[in-house]
């Protein structure tokens, strides 16, 4: 295709998800001519494999556990039961109907929408080709940085500005057996058409713990394999062992400090894979003390890598880092003139929010305001049964720092709405500094912590004391009123716990 037929824009934007759609809706807003690439569907990773599926089945396994349990609450239900092909619908049409909002959303701004696979072909231009078949096996891994595109050119794009947000893929770990048939990443578990007998799932971060906790509710025999000493590793101890001990009780058979060594078809002759079972061996993280588990699906939960492959970086002179994460600086700018990165494939912080706030950021740096990342009060959230959500330092991370800390914990069951809603596993964590009461980090686990946790990222955000929110009036009865109490007991003040020691 000539060069002269390249459509010229103020900003050209490679990938619609969570951190690509954003970007265009406000650079358009601001007044610049936009266009977007995609060559999936628009909501990326997010809201086509990642945050919304899995939340839509996880609220199935909540409404599942919560009917099972219905006579507690006086609600007598008989016969209660899953349909686990009803749950995959649910959870398409969900994500139909945010698929669809984000093309109606960007078609409302006025964003041009290019679909194809994006891939640079000078400094500030990128050609569009059409898509390839995209390998998605049938319940196996789905490498999903491809589709690469076919090469048929579609169009191309001249952009005074770029912004690179194609996101981030599964990286699947070096283990023998690890491309069987029945071992799969995140993606290729939705393609599973029932629920496993039996699972063993590699990897106790969110991802992992989700899906754990989403099979385990369904009713599959659930072995979760950590390296390191808790679930939820990033997350305060407390919060992590909490979450260790209520799987436990639910089932769930979390082995930490331990690694998976090998995966092979587990008898000769009776099939492999989703046909057949597999043996897992799981080891010390030095390679003893094997033991062997029999299992029908892996699941590896764990590692991303950054979708550059096929987007000739080099061609518009942009910098990765050794494993391939585009290097950024805080207003989102490459080493490349006038070419932005944002989301997973930066590698900062692999979450969507993140990825939507650094598009917005970018898009105004974009437009010439003066605008930066601040990653000090960045939430995390994991939808597992119960939830967990945090912001900030962990107690550990405090000390690590040199702060001379406090601590206020607060647990659910001391609560006048937890125990009228009948969910009281969990609570919450505040740490402070001593001296001056700043809030450094505040810990969730049990009912609606994600839901939470927005008033411990306010308090970050504004270098809020302990004092700050033990005194803001907090409705009567309510969940939000757990984050108070356990200031107040920070505070060596509480009301409706006993006194704690001082530490
Ligand atoms: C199972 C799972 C659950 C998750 N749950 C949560 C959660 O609850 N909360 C949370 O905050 N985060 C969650 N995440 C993480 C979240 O999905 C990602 O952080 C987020 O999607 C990153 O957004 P992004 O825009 O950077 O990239 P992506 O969402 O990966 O989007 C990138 C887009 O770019 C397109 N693209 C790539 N290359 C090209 C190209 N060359 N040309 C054109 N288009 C291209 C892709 O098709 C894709 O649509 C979850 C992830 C997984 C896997």
Redesign the pocket.
């Known amino acids: 295709m000539p060069e002269e037929t390249a459509q010229v824009f103020d900003l050209v934007v490679?990938?619609?998800?969570?951190?690509?759609?954003p970007a265009a809706i406000r650079a358009a807003q601001l007044g610049l001519r936009t266009a977007l690439?995609?060559?999936?569907?628009?909501?990326?990773?997010?809201?086509?494999?990642?945050?919304?599926?899995?939340?839509a089945m996880l609220r199935s396994a909540e409404v599942l556990e919560t009917m099972q349990h219905s006579a507690e609450y006086g609600v007598l239900a008989d016969n209660v039961r899953l349909d686990y092909s009803a749950v995959l619908r649910r959870k398409e049409r969900v994500v139909k109907t945010l698929t669809d909002g984000v093309a109606s959303l960007l078609k409302a701004n006025g964003v041009t929408v290019v679909d194809?696979?994006?891939?640079f072909v000078g400094p500030k231009t990128?050609e569009?080709v059409g898509?390839g078949e995209a390998p998605l096996g049938d319940g196996g891994p789905r490498y999903?940085?491809p589709p690469?595109?076919d090469g048929r050119p579609l169009a191309r794009l001249e952009g005074r500005n770029l912004i690179v947000?194609?996101?981030?893929?599964?990286l699947l770990l070096p283990i023998p057996g690890i491309d069987l048939p029945g071992v799969v990443?995140?993606?290729g578990?939705f393609l599973l058409g029932e629920v496993p007998r039996r699972i063993v799932i590699i990897g106790a971060s969110?991802?992992g713990a989700?899906?754990a906790s989403m099979f385990a509710a369904f009713g599959a025999d659930v072995t979760m394999v950590e390296l390191l000493a808790t679930p939820i590793p990033a997350e305060d101890e407390d919060l992590g062992k909490a979450l260790a001990r209520s799987f436990a009780r639910r089932g769930i058979k979390v082995q930490t400090r331990r690694t998976v060594s090998e995966i092979a078809p587990a008898a000769k002759g009776r099939g492999r894979g989703k046909d057949g079972p597999l043996r897992v061996t799981i080891t010390d993280p030095d390679g003893q003390r094997p033991t062997q588990v029999e299992t029908d699906v892996v699941l590896v939960?764990v590692g991303?890598r950054p979708?550059t492959g096929?987007?000739d970086l080099e061609r518009a002179g942009v910098a990765t880092d050794q494993r391939g994460w585009i290097e950024v600086d805080d207003r989102l700018r490459t080493n490349a003139p006038g070419i932005h990165a944002?989301?997973?494939?930066?590698g900062k912080?692999?979450?969507?929010?993140?990825?939507?706030h650094?598009?917005l950021v970018a898009s105004g740096v974009i437009a010439g305001h003066d605008e930066r990342m601040n990653y000090r009060a960045v939430p995390?959230?994991?939808?597992t049964h119960p939830e967990v959500a945090s912001v900030g330092l962990t107690e550990a991370k405090a000390r690590e720092a040199g702060h001379d800390v406090v601590v206020g914990r607060f647990p659910f069951t001391a609560l006048g709405r937890a125990q009228t809603y009948g969910v009281t596993d969990g609570l919450v964590k505040v740490v402070a500094e001593r001296k001056y009461r700043e809030v450094l980090g505040v810990h969730i686990i049990g009912p609606s912590a994600?839901d939470l946790i927005p008033e411990g990222v306010l308090a970050m955000h504004l270098e809020a004391t302990l004092d700050d929110i033990a005194d803001t009036i907090h409705a009567h009865p309510t969940l939000g009123e757990s984050g108070m109490e356990a200031a107040m007991v920070a505070l060596g003040l509480p009301v409706h716990t006993s006194r704690p020691r001082r530490r």
């Open positions: 490679v990938g619609g998800g969570p951190g690509g759609y690439v995609e060559k999936e569907r628009v909501g990326g990773v997010c809201l086509n494999w990642g945050c919304i599926p899995t939340k194809g696979h994006a891939q990128v569009v898509v999903n940085a690469a595109g947000a194609t996101g981030s893929t599964p990443t995140s993606d578990a969110a991802v989700e899906w939960g991303r979708n096929g987007l944002i989301g997973d494939v930066t912080v692999l979450l969507a929010h993140v990825a939507s650094q598009g995390a959230a994991t939808f994600s």
